[in-house]
């Protein structure tokens, strides 16, 4: 059962557009929501992360919005730029146990 | 970059024959993964270890075995591989249970 389903599978948006990735997560006692950001050829990174006390965080055009009661956490890229075209994994997990991750939306950014 | 070592890169091998992969780290974390990444299904962990002899299974353990002898090696054995066992290997690390993980550069495994 896949505990963290992850939407849309790909994306493209235009240079200094706002792209947005969306999760949901099942279980409840989940507590560190993070974002992985995986290039061509290379290990997943990450990217940002958000732990259920707060609703949001920002990191520089990076930015997580948590819905505790819907059980959803999304990931904005504002202005987004060709470099960021990557692939972005979120996951979640309880603390304690390993990360439980998404199966990934693919983003390309057009010049 | 964390000091993970993934070897080797990549990997031909034929259906049947034993396979290990190995994850080196200098970070001296106790925590260590496998996962494996197949398109449609993200990361999917294997195997996962706690400490020097100590690991557990993960949701798609069937086919694979690991050990850890030492804190910074971790192996993934394919006992006997097969076709579906083709896939991109990560191994991944994390000092504690509520730290970030990091990555090694992946092992790409195909098997004909």
């Known amino acids: 059962q896949q505990q963290v389903k992850q939407s849309p599978q790909s994306l493209i948006v235009q240079k200094g557009g706002i792209s947005i990735i969306n999760c949901a997560y099942e279980?409840?006692?989940?507590?560190?929501f993070p974002w992985y950001q995986q290039f061509p050829g290379k290990g997943p990174a990450l990217l940002i992360a958000?732990?259920?006390?707060?609703s949001e965080k920002k990191e520089g055009r990076f930015t997580i919005s948590f819905n505790k009661s819907a059980k959803q956490f999304s990931l904005h890229i504002m202005d987004s730029q060709p470099g960021d075209s990557a692939t972005y994994f979120c996951?979640?997990?309880?603390?304690?146990?390993?990360?439980?991750f998404g199966k990934g939306t693919s983003l390309l950014v057009t010049p | 970059d964390a000091g993970i070592t993934q070897s080797p890169r990549h990997k031909v091998t034929e259906t049947g024959t034993p396979v290990t992969l190995r994850c080196h780290q200098t970070?001296?974390?106790?925590?260590m993964y496998w996962y494996r990444q197949d398109p449609g299904h993200g990361l999917r962990l294997i195997h996962y270890?706690?400490?020097?002899?100590?690991?557990d299974k993960g949701e798609v353990s069937d086919g694979y075995s690991v050990s850890r002898s030492k804190t910074e090696d971790f192996l993934l054995t394919l006992e006997s591989a097969t076709s579906s066992q083709t896939s991109v290997y990560f191994c991944?690390?994390?000092?504690?249970?509520?730290?970030?993980?990091?990555f090694g550069q992946g092992t790409r495994l195909t098997v004909v």
């Open positions: 991944a690390i994390r000092r504690d249970m509520n730290t970030e993980a990091f």
């Open positions: 970070e001296n974390h106790r925590y």
């Open positions: 996951a979640a997990t309880l603390t304690g146990y390993a990360l439980n």
């Open positions: 270890s706690y400490g020097v002899k100590d690991t």
């Open positions: 279980n409840t006692a989940f507590d560190y």
């Open positions: 958000i732990r259920p006390d707060v």
